[in-house]
């Protein structure tokens, strides 16, 4: 089974900073999915990256997938306390939808 | 508005019990999975189906056990609930076309095995 390894498992910044969130992989990636989830609820689907060397943007939220597809990463620019979460990479496996998820990022804004 | 709704939120329960949590999806998605969440394991696979009366143990269902007999519902099971088994547990479904499986995750439930 492919192991995902996301680092740093938790990190701890002030409102406006900026930070990087790794997701890597020990084989290539079909493609990889990032999710956000806020405490007490389930995660939610952010981006889908499939393409090697793609960049996607969703807001203050910059995904790059790796020319090679096996590595990812979610960049957040001058991050604010709603960002505040669990990040968790995920690639699906085998046909039928099934996904399997890395260890997650806690991420932890402060005002 | 489609949605997936996992019951109860919260579930204290005693060692030995039989317990099962409810989870229903209303967008009509073929897929339905189980996961639990435990510190520093992100989310891992317990039992999933792709249809009606399909059902699959993913990679930690001992312990664990599901029903598939109709597209809304797929119940978890414990049959007999043990102390490991404290965790929290989400309910998420998915279309069944197509390799990208985009998953929509309830809102979990809680529970605690004393």
């Known amino acids: 089974t492919q192991l995902l390894e996301q680092s740093p498992q938790f990190l701890s910044i002030q409102e406006g900073e900026n930070l990087t969130v790794y997701c890597n992989s020990s084989?290539?990636?079909?493609?990889l999915q990032w999710y956000r989830q806020e405490p007490g609820e389930g995660p939610v689907l952010l981006v889908t990256?499939?393409?090697?060397?793609e960049v996607k943007k969703l807001k203050r939220l910059t995904f790059q997938f790796g020319d090679a597809r096996k590595d990812s990463s979610l960049h957040i620019t001058a991050a604010q306390p709603g960002d505040t979460g669990l990040y968790l990479c995920?690639?699906?496996?085998?046909?039928?939808?099934?996904?399997?998820f890395g260890q997650g990022t806690e991420l932890s804004v402060k005002p | 508005d489609a949605e997936i709704t996992q019951s109860p939120r919260h579930k204290i329960t005693e060692t030995g019990r039989q317990v099962t949590l409810a989870c229903h999806q209303t967008w009509n998605h073929n897929n339905m999975f189980w996961y639990r969440q435990d510190l520093g394991h992100g989310l891992r696979l317990i039992h999933y189906s792709y249809g009606v009366q399909d059902t699959n143990k993913g990679e930690v269902s001992d312990g664990y056990s599901v029903s598939r007999s109709n597209t809304e519902d797929l119940p978890l099971t414990l049959e007999s609930a043990a102390s490991s088994q404290t965790s929290v547990y989400f309910c998420a479904s998915s279309e069944s076309s197509g390799h990208v499986g985009i998953q929509y995750f309830g809102a979990g439930t809680r529970l605690s095995v004393l």
């Open positions: 990256v499939v393409t090697g060397g």
């Open positions: 084989s290539v990636f079909s493609s």
């Open positions: 995920a690639e699906p496996y085998n046909q039928g939808g099934k996904l399997i």
